[in-house]
């Protein structure tokens, strides 16, 4: 079957606007995971859905950053005024419940000029 | 809180060679999870093994092995007969309640 699905692939912005990752979870899992994967601070954790359980937002490392997930599939990370450490791969990954494995997407490289 | 050390930063054998890659975690926990994913030039993360904390029984899947071990809290990853195509970075990650933490991760590259 399919498996997660990001959109867009690559992202090349301006310092100060804002920008959207898209997210399709694996059909039929209810969980679903937003990480960032960067040179400095290797993978970690922003935000979890479950759901509809209010999210974990306990990794968002700014109020920048926010995430929203419609109709417990698919997901938005919004990224507002982008400021140049916000360079990234954002990595999306789902699982049928929580504490089962999770499968990520092939990423969202976002680069801020 | 938990955390994942993958020492080894980068590994480089020779093709055939056997080769493990080293995990050690901390946790306080008595319910968790260990993962291993495997990161390709492509980019994509994918999931290679989950052992949950009670199961201790080592695991073998083809050239891939997973040792696991609570008393000195590792979970190690040996490549047999590596090949070119295992160049990859593998991360050790732990999960308990929702998030993974992950390791740095282990760059491995194999020679021809």
């Known amino acids: 079957g399919a498996g997660v699905s990001q959109s867009p692939s690559n992202k090349v912005t301006e310092k100060g606007k804002d920008v959207e990752l898209r997210c399709d979870p694996i059909s039929g899992h209810t969980a679903l995971y937003w990480y960032r994967q960067s040179l400095g601070q290797g993978l970690e954790f922003l935000i979890y859905f479950q759901g509809n359980s209010a999210p974990d937002k306990s990794g968002l490392p700014s109020d920048r950053f926010s995430a929203e997930r419609t109709g417990g599939s698919v997901s938005t990370l919004t990224i507002q005024r982008t400021q140049q450490e916000d360079s990234a791969v954002y990595l999306c990954a789902s699982s049928l419940n929580i504490r089962d494995t999770q499968y990520f997407g092939p990423g969202t490289r976002l680069t801020v000029l | 809180a938990q955390k994942v050390t993958q020492a080894q930063t980068e590994i480089s054998v020779v093709e055939k060679e056997d080769v493990t890659l080293d995990c050690v975690y901390e946790?306080?926990?008595?319910?968790?999870?260990l993962f291993w994913y495997k990161q390709p030039p492509s980019g994509e993360l994918v999931f290679l093994i989950r052992?949950?904390?009670?199961?201790?029984q080592n695991e073998i899947s083809g050239r891939y092995s997973w040792n696991f071990q609570k008393s000195t809290s590792s979970f190690n990853f040996t490549i047999t007969a590596s090949q070119v195509v295992d160049s990859a970075v593998y991360f050790c990650?732990?999960?308990?309640?929702?998030?993974?933490?992950f390791g740095s991760g282990t760059q491995l590259t194999v020679l021809p």
């Open positions: 990650a732990f999960g308990s309640a929702r998030q993974l933490t």
């Open positions: 946790t306080r926990d008595t319910t968790y999870y």
């Open positions: 052992r949950n904390s009670f199961d201790e």
